[in-house]
C-alpha cells in the first residue's frame, strides 16, 4: 500500500485549471500530441494499458536508464507505436473515478513518455536543457502539450501541477527529464499493481549510485542530488524531516549519518547531459568505466 498522504489525490480536482492556454508562453508551443477522444470512447486510468509502451523501454532502454535515441529515431514502426501509446493516453478520462495508484503510474509514464517524444523529435542533441528557453524560443517543459480527456497537459503541468501535489515525494526518483543525473529511466512501464514495489526499487536504485549520493562516515559529510534541495519541501520541513523520510532507502552505512544533526550536506552539481546510449558508450571507452 502506498503512504497516506496530507493532500487527498482526487484527479479531478488537480486537472482545474491546468489545460495549456494561449499565452505568449506557448507561443511557440509545438501541435498537441496525441489523440482527442470522444466521450463516449473514453475510460478511467484503472484501464490504460501500459504494455506497449513497456515493449518499447524495454527494447531500447538499458539496464542503467540510458536510451537508444539513434536507433528508435530510425525506427518508423517504433517511432510510431510510441506515438500511438501517447494517443492511448488521450483516451483517459480524468474526471472518472480511479485508483490513486492507477493514476500516479498513468502520470510518471505520461512524463516519461512525452519526454522521449520530445527528445526524439530533436535528437541528435547534448541536452534537454538546449531546449528549455527561458524568454524566447522553444522550452520542451512548457511547449509540448500531451491531449488527456479535454485538456493538453505539458511536462511543467504534469510534474508541478499534478505529481508534486499527489503527496508521493518518490515521484522525484520516477519522472525522467532525459539527463544523467535524473533518476534511471525504467525499461518498463510503471502499473498500478507494482507501483510501490517500484518506486522503492527505484528510489534505493538513485541513492545507490555515486553520482546522486556519497557519503563519508568518518567525516560526518554527504553528497546529495541536486533534485534533494530542488524540492526539499516535498519531502519535509527541515533537513532532519527529509533524511528521516529517505532514510530506508540509502545505502545501510549512510543510514544513522543521515539522521545524524550534525551531519554536514552537499549538493552535487547536476549533470543535464542527454542519457543517450551512444554517450555513456563514449564516456566508458574514455574513462574505463561503464558509468559518467
Known amino acids: 500500500m502506498l503512504r497516506t498522504v496530507r493532500l487527498k489525490f482526487l484527479t479531478s480536482a488537480l486537472m482545474v485549471g491546468i489545460a495549456?492556454?494561449?499565452?505568449?508562453?506557448?507561443?511557440?508551443?509545438?501541435?498537441?500530441?496525441?489523440?482527442?477522444?470522444?466521450?463516449?470512447?473514453?475510460?478511467?486510468?484503472?484501464?490504460?494499458?501500459?504494455?506497449?509502451?513497456?515493449?518499447?523501454?524495454?527494447?531500447?532502454?538499458?539496464?542503467?536508464?540510458?536510451?537508444?535515441?539513434?536507433?528508435?529515431?530510425?525506427?518508423?514502426?517504433?517511432?510510431?507505436?510510441?506515438?500511438?501509446?501517447?494517443?492511448?493516453?488521450?483516451?483517459?478520462?480524468?474526471?472518472?473515478r480511479a485508483s490513486r495508484a492507477a493514476q500516479l503510474a498513468f502520470w510518471i509514464n505520461a512524463y516519461n513518455s512525452l519526454t522521449?517524444?520530445?527528445?526524439?523529435?530533436?535528437?541528435?542533441?547534448?541536452?534537454?536543457?538546449?531546449?528549455?528557453?527561458?524568454?524566447?524560443?522553444?522550452?520542451?517543459?512548457?511547449?509540448?502539450?500531451?491531449?488527456?480527456?479535454?485538456?493538453?497537459?505539458?511536462?511543467?503541468?504534469?510534474?508541478?501541477?499534478?505529481?508534486?501535489?499527489?503527496?508521493?515525494?518518490?515521484?522525484?526518483?520516477?519522472?525522467?527529464?532525459?539527463?544523467?543525473?535524473?533518476?534511471?529511466?525504467?525499461?518498463?512501464?510503471?502499473?498500478?499493481?507494482?507501483?510501490?514495489?517500484?518506486?522503492?526499487?527505484?528510489?534505493?536504485?538513485?541513492?545507490s549510485r555515486p553520482n546522486n549520493f556519497r557519503y563519508d562516515a568518518r567525516r560526518g559529510v554527504m553528497q546529495v542530488s541536486s533534485i534533494i534541495n530542488w524540492f526539499g519541501g516535498d519531502f519535509g520541513r527541515s533537513q532532519a524531516a527529509r533524511f528521516t523520510y529517505l532514510k530506508p532507502y540509502l545505502p545501510a552505512g549512510a543510514q544513522e549519518l543521515a539522521v545524524n544533526p550534525r551531519t554536514r550536506v552537499r549538493y552535487l552539481r547536476y549533470n543535464w547531459g542527454i542519457n543517450d546510449q551512444a554517450r555513456k558508450q563514449q564516456a566508458a571507452t574514455n574513462s574505463g568505466t561503464s558509468r559518467q
Not at 60 to 81: I, L, M, P
Not at 175 to 183: E, F, G, K, T
Not at 198 to 206: E, M, P, R
Request: charged share 20%; with cysteine; proline share 4%.
Open 20 to 96: 495549456v492556454s494561449l499565452t505568449a508562453e506557448t507561443a511557440s508551443a509545438k501541435p498537441p500530441l496525441g489523440k482527442s477522444w470522444p466521450r463516449s470512447q473514453r475510460v478511467s486510468m484503472d484501464k490504460i494499458d501500459h504494455s506497449a509502451y513497456s515493449g518499447l523501454l524495454k527494447k531500447y532502454v538499458d539496464a542503467d536508464g540510458y536510451v537508444n535515441y539513434r536507433a528508435w529515431q530510425r525506427s518508423a514502426s517504433d517511432r510510431g507505436a510510441l506515438q500511438n501509446y501517447l494517443a492511448e493516453l488521450g483516451r483517459a478520462d480524468t474526471t472518472a
Open 116 to 207: 522521449i517524444e520530445g527528445m526524439l523529435q530533436l535528437y541528435p542533441t547534448t541536452s534537454i536543457r538546449n531546449h528549455t528557453a527561458k524568454a524566447f524560443g522553444y522550452n520542451i517543459w512548457k511547449q509540448l502539450p500531451l491531449i488527456v480527456g479535454d485538456g493538453q497537459y505539458t511536462l511543467d503541468n504534469i510534474e508541478n501541477r499534478i505529481l508534486r501535489r499527489s503527496g508521493e515525494p518518490r515521484i522525484h526518483f520516477a519522472i525522467v527529464c532525459a539527463s544523467i543525473s535524473c533518476p534511471r529511466l525504467r525499461n518498463e512501464a510503471y502499473t498500478a499493481a507494482r507501483l510501490e514495489q517500484q518506486l522503492t526499487a527505484n528510489t534505493k536504485d538513485f541513492f
